[in-house]
């Protein structure tokens, strides 16, 4: 390590540390610290210590500590952020952009470091209230609150540029794109895209915002797009599809989905006319009639796991059907459960009617059946019999059978010929979706 002086035109010269190192048959220099703003006696005493020169003094009689803050992680987010080109990619050529630009990057810090409200991330850059050296190592100490908001009225208005160089980088002709949906319940109530809709934050009582995000295959992010709260799944596809045919020119491309959102409405309706291939599984009932109308004979599965098929309602379509013995325990362990706990909510209702039968006439009995039945979904599983003043069930052992028998199997259904992409690989770009999709909805 040394320190090196750099002109700076008709300013004072930047008084560095840098160190060398070798890249390939090339040396470099980098730079490790700022020492400009620092007093020129001490600067000396910094560069005699490089330079080997003992010192008599103690640490403590040296320097003063006024007050440390946490850099590690700051550096670690940032050297990534500058790995993977997302600061160049933010990054204003606009002079009025670059402190938006700039004030973003920090966000995207501080959602890793230290998840907060953009209040709590405003405070975190001042002096007097940070947190870690965010502010200081991105020169944004003296940000006003309002200057946060406008980074992100910037950033929305960039978004397209962004989404359209991600798309360039990561997506071409005849490549997979992962699709998935989320919500998010809100606090507030001044966003206009919130509605109540299907919670999956467990709060109805909140309004909510629907989001969808696409992926390459590779789980990078290369665009989201928000929709009002009770926005139901497949309809946030024709979006997409614009998206990926006007908007990042693309021709042709496999969209991988779940079961719920690539509908087969939606692929006679949207996907097939706009020349676009899929990748997405049956559902239940679906796999239950292949099976009853001869498709699908489980029997063949006694000695293998993948088994690919056709089936006249899906012309044009291949379908894999798989099996997961691990699956397949857990969903037996589930209904198990389930059906356990059932049986004896209904065992004590059954007891309240036997004990005052004239109190509980047949519609009495029956909603409060609904509320015990209905709370796992398992009214397919019990037969009931009611009527005024009486009440008793038995588990219906022939569907509990008929739903264990497909325990573990699901199907996935393509469009893609085999000459273009395999069963196993088939299967394996529908699997991994989840966990990358889910991934990168985590990231900032």
Known sequence: M?????????????????????????????????????????????DALLKGARIEQSIEETFEIQ??????????????????????????????????????????????????SKLAFWRALKPETATSSLGST????????????????????QQPRIEAT??????????????????????????????????????PDRLQIVYGLMCAVDGTPVAVEVFEGNTGDPKTLSAQIDKL??????KRVVLVGDRGMITSARIEEELKPAGLDWITSLRAPQIKALVAEG?????????????????????????????????AEERKRKRAELLEMTERNLRRLAQTVRRAPTKHNAATIGRKIGEVINKHKMAKHFTLDVRDGHFSFARNEAAIAA???????????????????????????Y???????SSARSAP
């Open 403 to 429: 739903e264990a028998q497909l325990d573990g199997f699901y199907v996935v259904r393509t469009s893609v010929p085999t000459s273009e992409i395999g069963a196993e690989a088939t299967v394996a770009a």
């Open 67 to 116: 007050r440390a803050w946490p850099h590690g992680h700051v550096a670690a987010v940032l050297g990534m952020l500058r790995k993977t080109g997302l600061d160049q990619l933010i990054e204003s050529r606009a002079v009025e952009g670059r402190r938006s630009a700039a004030i973003i990057r920090a966000m995207i810090v501080s959602r890793v470091i230290a998840p907060g």
């Open 431 to 437: 699997t991994v979706r989840a966990c990358r999709l």
């Open 2 to 46: 040394f320190i090196e002086r750099i002109p700076n035109r008709n300013s004072p010269p930047a008084i560095l540390i840098r160190e060398s190192y070798r890249e390939g048959q090339k040396v470099k220099k980098r730079t490790l610290a700022n020492l400009s703003k620092l007093p020129a006696p001490l600067i000396e005493a910094i």
């Open 245 to 250: 045919k006007r908007r990042f020119k693309l």
């Open 295 to 327: 498709p699908l004979q489980l029997s063949i599965f006694d000695e293998r796991d993948l088994a690919e098929i056709t089936a006249p309602d899906y012309p044009g379509e291949r379908l894999i059907v798989c099996r997961n013995a691990e699956l």
């Open 138 to 157: 991105l020169g944004l100490e003296d940000v006003a609150e309002r200057e946060v908001y406008a980074a992100l009225d910037w950033l929305l208005e």
């Open 166 to 203: 991600l798309a360039k980088n990561h997506l071409h002709d005849g490549s997979l794109v992962l699709y998935d949906v989320s919500s998010s319940y809100l606090e507030g109530r001044c966003c206009e895209l919130a509605q109540y809709g299907k919670t999956r934050d467990h709060r």
